[in-house]
């Protein structure tokens, strides 16, 4: 098994930063891929941002500009980093790690509100 831990969310107001961090453990050999989706309440979870264990991102359009994801290989560990903030990104924030030939695994989630 792949055990995925979560940090940093929170409360933040609008046009504020946060950081996230997620660290995998156990079973992670052959892990490829990390990564951050996004759940409101009402909508379905949806990507937010990728990165490969070469390095390669992936963003959806509307973080673009203002989230950055990074990682340490070392550490196994995922960031990203979100700055200007909006309502709009309130969500419950999950990491996800994709281990080769054993599929991706998730994290229990993050909460992240912006609100004024």
């Known amino acids: 098994q792949v055990q995925l831990v979560e940090s940093g969310g929170g409360l933040v107001q609008p046009g504020g930063s946060l950081r996230l961090s997620c660290t995998a453990s156990?079973?992670?050999?052959?892990?490829?891929?990390m990564g951050w989706y996004r759940q409101a309440p009402g909508k379905e979870r949806e990507l937010v941002a990728t990165i490969t264990s070469g390095g390669t991102t992936d963003y959806a359009d509307s973080v673009k500009g203002r989230f950055t994801i990074s990682s340490n290989n070392a550490k196994n560990t995922v960031y990203l980093q979100m700055n200007s903030l909006e309502p709009e990104d309130t969500a419950g924030y999950y990491c996800s790690a994709q281990v080769l030939a054993r599929g991706i695994y998730w994290g229990q989630g993050t909460q992240v509100t912006v609100s004024s």
């Open positions: 156990g079973r992670i050999f052959g892990l490829n891929k």
